[in-house]
């Protein structure tokens, strides 16, 4: 089943009814699959991996083309998650039975896309195909699909490959941070999306909410330090670098301390006449400047 067939007018004559995709008329189409060539790539992808997914010989016998059907669909079924807006857990359970009652998949069935969406995952990972992931990415969302932990880091790290996708990366870690116990990596990602929004303050709360001091990693906390930096605010350089200190997960390396050096001298830090750095004594210095 294609829809590579299926006649599209010019994108300027879409509107865009949320960030999830384009109508024309009352229906839906995801927006990724106006990127012809990474579409038919994708259409390609599912194809190979559908043949990957392992069937028990009660299940052989099922019809899992309507699977298959949704799975190349352009359009949409229901209106997908909103990964920004607050949501629990029940919510995907709630989308879960949404979706299925609209597209009246069996159980075997919607298990079936299940795990062509988990295969796409590693399949992405191992040619880095994130555009082609975004596009399951968004099937995931749209089928209340609740991943294992092992499959959902696969989407965080793909996503997050490509400038293009990486937004999309910080929705796969906060949909991890639903499912499961927020982690190192999961974190590091939300913070980078942060950052490319130049919210620090946004930023430093979640390293607030870490589980404990030991949990970050340098590069959880480089992306703040170089913003900081290329900011030159010497005091919420010299707090930062403070809490960096004080992190047993984190080991600073010399680029770190070059960078941290530079910049303080770059701004004055290291001169007598300068107004006192307000956060110098509680991050264990001595003297406020100079």
Not at 60 to 77: D, H, M, V
Not at 202 to 221: H, I
Request: with cysteine; net charge negative.
């Amino acid at each position: 089943y294609s829809y590579q067939s299926l006649i599209m007018p010019p994108l300027p004559m879409f509107t865009t009814s949320s960030k999830f995709e384009y109508c024309i008329g009352d229906t839906k189409y995801l927006e990724q699959s106006f990127d012809t060539m990474v579409w038919e790539e994708y259409e390609a992808m599912v194809a190979t991996v559908k043949d990957k997914v392992r069937l028990s010989k009660n299940n052989k016998n099922e019809n899992f083309a309507p699977s298959i059907q949704y799975l190349i669909s352009r359009e949409l079924a229901v209106e997908p998650l909103d990964v920004g807006k607050k949501f629990e857990k029940e919510t995907i359970d709630k989308q879960r039975e949404k979706f299925i009652a609209e597209t009246n998949l069996t159980s075997l069935q919607y298990n079936y896309v299940m795990k062509v969406l988990t295969y796409m995952g590693h399949y992405c990972a191992k040619l880095q195909k994130s555009k082609h992931l975004a596009i399951a990415w968004r099937k995931v969302l749209e089928s209340g699909m609740a991943p294992y932990q092992p499959t959902i880091n696969t989407y965080m790290y793909v996503l997050s490959l490509d400038e293009e996708t990486s937004q999309l990366s910080g929705e796969a870690a906060t949909y991890h941070d639903m499912l499961f116990d927020p982690n190192e990596t999961s974190i590091t990602i939300k913070i980078n999306c942060l950052m490319s929004a130049e919210d620090a303050s946004g930023a430093e709360m979640l390293l607030e909410k870490m589980p404990s001091n030991d949990f970050g990693r340098l590069r959880t906390y480089q992306p703040i330090l170089h913003y900081y930096c290329n900011k030159g605010d010497m005091s919420a350089i010299l707090r930062l670098y403070r809490q960096m200190s004080l992190s047993p997960g984190v080991h600073l390396d010399a680029d770190t301390y070059t960078s941290t050096i530079g910049c303080l001298a770059e701004n004055g830090g290291f001169q007598n006449d300068i107004d006192p750095i307000s956060s110098a004594v509680t991050a264990g210095f001595s003297n406020t400047h100079g």
